[in-house]
């Protein structure tokens, strides 16, 4: 099984600033990562696919980058709309396997 | 529009069974590999099950391997999850999600999910 760990777990970020979430494989996944957003009471959304195509929906201020086992997800300057918790997630083998989750709060 | 609708959670006791149904439409549903995510109360995101599209492969975490069996109707667009012997780790949140790509990608569409609570 390919762990995923996710950190921070917690990042207390001010409108405007910058966000980066980053996430680590514990073996390569090649360009089979993607990250989800997920707001209190929805079902997760899929943000960014193959480590950095944006999905449809979500404006150009978030990004994502890495390759192997390294992951970031970066948030270029932080607004309202984007506090909520991200996942990371591996689909290159099965199972497949999320992050634990890193909840992006306003400081 | 791609909508996913769960259905079937409910509250019932250690080692019953529980079958979730998920109805799709809107998508070539017979083309798309679907699957099942659960979150437990407050918790993180858990894949449970990956079917292909034409039902002959399935995928479980170890964790529900030999409960849990998923399975599809193509002629009804219906993606099912029967749980056996059910267990109180198994209380979560149960979503259905298709992925992106007949031969997998990420998930690009989440229903609302279906609530599984397993409690004497």
Redesign the interface.
């Known amino acids: 099984e390919i762990v995923m760990t996710q950190s921070p777990a917690t990042l207390s970020v001010s409108p405007g600033e910058r966000a980066t979430v980053s996430c680590r494989a514990s073996q390569s996944v090649s360009t089979n990562l993607a990250w989800y957003q997920q707001k209190p009471g929805q079902p997760p959304r899929v943000l960014i696919y193959d480590v950095s195509t944006r999905a449809t929906g979500f404006p150009a201020r978030f990004s994502g980058s890495g390759s192997g086992t390294e992951f970031t997800l970066t948030i270029s300057s932080l607004q309202s709309e984007d506090f909520a918790v991200y996942y990371c997630q591996q689909y290159t083998a099965w199972p497949l396997t999320f992050g634990g989750g890193t909840k992006v709060e306003i400081k | 529009e791609v909508q996913l609708l769960e259905s079937g959670g409910g509250l019932v006791q250690p080692g019953e069974s529980l079958r979730l149904s998920c109805a799709a439409s809107g998508f070539t549903f017979s083309s798309a590999v679907m ?1 099942w ?1 659960r979150q437990a109360p407050g918790k ?4 449970v099950s ?1 079917i292909s599209s034409t039902g002959d492969a399935t ?4 964790s529900v391997r030999g409960r849990f069996t998923v399975s599809r109707d193509n002629s009804k667009n219906t993606l099912n999850l029967q749980m056996n012997n059910l267990r109180a780790e198994d209380t979560a949140l149960y ?1 259905c999600a298709k ?2 790509r007949s031969t ?5 569409s ?4 279906t609530l599984v609570t397993v409690s004497s």
């Open positions: 699957g995510v993180g995101l858990e894949w990956d995928f479980y975490v170890d979503y992925r992106m997998g990608g990420s998930y690009d989440w229903g609302q999910g």
